[in-house]
């Protein structure tokens, strides 16, 4: 449980450090590039130091990393493209619904991963209270189902890659398979880079590099948690523990004023994850 306190830590920071960000730097895609290539050295660093395995495993490291890195930045434009057409608050709550339900349907039909009636209450009231927390009377933008969907399916599957990695994939290969995730997914926010006609400039280097190394160590931490927290858990108490330490931190760093039915949403909140961990 320590390692996955440690992961929704350095989830909620990558958004926190973003968010501070955005009045301070121009390029945004400039700041996701030195993001990536902050993640890169500290996965091969990493990497380096954890070595090679005898036992093999290289080749399953490299093609789900592959595959990973491709939908993080999936993700990353389906949540741009779905913020325009749809608004924020849909995108937000298919985004972090996505990430939570996909994982938990994945722990229990292939790692066989059974939850109690309290942990599926638990995971009930969780997506429940992300919808509430979401929920905005004032949003009119018509949603465009065929992208919410997509970006349900692209978030979910990129998250669950964690698991799958940590089923299958040799444990000595966890920074390795974090360096390949983020190198492709440099490699691509590169080229995207390239055809906005943005760049790095000072500003954008260090608010990367304080995006980059909570985006590494919440990934890192993550795999470090599913070695001892079962996904159907750890994947609800991430999302939710995320959200609930973002909500704060709008309060008490951006002067952020909640409404009442996101005041109940988090009281909600606090409710799942003690559910969740019985």
């Avoid at 929704?8 to 958004?15: P, R, T």
């Avoid at 992300?130 to 004032?138: E, G, L, Q, T």
């Avoid at 969907?149 to 692209?154: N, P, S, T």
């Avoid at 994939?169 to 974090?178: A, I, R, T």
């Amino acid at each position: 449980m320590f390692f996955l306190i440690l992961s929704i830590i350095g989830s909620a920071l990558i958004s926190i450090v973003m968010r501070f960000g955005e009045n301070h730097a121009k390029h945004k895609t400039g700041i996701l590039m030195s993001n990536y290539i902050t993640c890169c050295i500290l996965g091969a660093s990493s990497a380096f130091m954890s070595g090679l395995s005898p036992e093999g495993g290289i080749g399953f490291t490299l093609g789900l990393g592959v595959i990973t890195g491709v939908l993080y930045l999936l993700g990353l434009v389906f949540i741009q493209i779905n913020i325009s057409k749809n608004g924020v608050v849909l995108t937000s709550a298919f985004s972090q619904i996505g990430g939570l339900l996909i994982p938990l349907a994945a722990g229990i039909v292939l790692f066989k991963e059974m939850p109690t009636v309290l942990k599926l209450i638990g995971s009930a009231i969780a997506i429940a209270a992300i919808i509430v927390i979401n929920y905005d009377k004032s949003n009119t933008n018509a949603a465009s189902k065929a992208l919410l969907i997509a970006l349900f399916a692209i978030e979910g599957t990129a998250t669950v890659s964690a698991k799958i990695f940590n089923a299958y994939g040799n444990p000595v290969y966890e920074s390795l398979f974090l360096f390949f995730t983020f190198t492709v997914a440099g490699i691509i926010c590169f080229m995207l880079m390239l055809k906005r006609k943005e760049r790095i400039g000072l500003k954008e280097l260090l608010f990367g590099i304080g995006v980059g190394i909570p985006n590494f160590f919440a990934s890192k931490f993550l795999l470090l948690a599913l070695n001892d927290v079962p996904a159907i858990i750890a994947y609800p108490t991430r999302g939710v523990g995320t959200i609930l330490v973002l909500s704060l931190a709008g309060i008490l760093l951006f002067n952020e004023k909640l409404k009442k039915h996101q005041w109940l949403a988090i009281g909600a909140i606090m409710i799942s994850v003690i559910l969740l961990n019985i």
